[in-house]
């Protein structure tokens, strides 16, 4: 089946650690997202990348960090300059080719500090 | 304003109730909109796109109204199994595949 694989699904970070959450597709999507849901609010967008070797910032995107040297893999670090990680951490991917599909989003990581 | 605004909720309702959520969005150059479900403590899932003419998926119907930046989703008959959190999804541009979500509406159903 394809899909996203995001791990761990539950994560405990210590103060001023960094962490990196696992985001891979084999759904062959361009594009993947990286979102942050806290309790009761709608999801807020860090990061997002279009291709290969690129990526932008999205609204929240200070004290994360992230790369894309592979189209199937998009990891996000949570450093230890991001002040409040504690949040649910959602992976998503969607066609460039579709304009009415939606977002395929991985079943997320929970971060938590310590 | 936000980009995406929900109603606030939370609804009650009793089994084989119909419930309407309602959506507006600030972007009039939006290019897709969905609802996704997202049950407790689990990823959203898509529910249905929204199509300009309305679409209907057995007891779900959702609508969209361009002139008014305005999405619906009717839910007939309500099942036990209905209740989640229903979010709004916007797509404000297909270049870079901007999806702008609202808060959610929470929808409990009760025997």
């Known amino acids: 089946d394809g899909g996203i694989t995001q791990s761990p699904k539950y994560l405990f970070r210590k103060e001023g650690q960094n962490v990196t959450l696992s985001c891979e597709q084999n759904?062959?999507?361009?594009?993947m997202y990286w979102y942050r849901q806290d309790p009761g609010q709608g999801l807020r967008l860090i990061y997002y990348?279009?291709?290969?070797?690129?990526?932008q910032k999205g609204d929240i995107a200070e004290g994360y960090s992230v790369s894309r040297e592979k189209k199937e893999s998009f990891p996000l670090t949570v450093t230890s300059a991001q002040k409040n990680p504690t949040a649910f951490y959602l992976c998503?991917?969607?066609?460039?080719?579709?304009?009415?599909?939606?977002?395929?989003f991985g079943s997320g990581t929970r971060l938590t500090v310590v | 304003r936000k980009e995406v605004e929900q109603d606030p909720g939370p609804f009650n309702v009793p089994e084989g109730a119909t419930v309407a959520f309602n959506c507006t969005y600030s972007?009039?150059?939006?290019?897709?909109f969905f609802w996704y479900r997202q049950d407790c403590r689990k990823e959203p899932k898509l529910l249905m796109s929204?199509?300009?003419s309305g679409n209907e998926d057995g007891r779900f119907t959702a609508q969209l109204n361009r002139a008014s930046q305005y999405i619906s989703l009717l839910i007939r008959d309500s099942k036990l199994s209905d209740s989640a959190t229903y979010l709004c999804?916007?797509?404000?541009?297909?270049?870079?595949?901007?999806?702008?979500f609202g808060a959610g509406t929470r929808l409990t159903v009760k025997p």
């Open positions: 998503a991917a969607v066609s460039n080719q579709v304009p009415n599909y939606g977002y395929t």
């Open positions: 990348s279009q291709i290969v070797n690129d990526f």
């Open positions: 759904l062959n999507h361009d594009a």
């Open positions: 972007n009039s150059a939006s290019q897709s």
């Open positions: 999804v916007v797509r404000v541009s297909f270049n870079n595949n901007d999806m702008r």
């Open positions: 929204v199509y300009s």
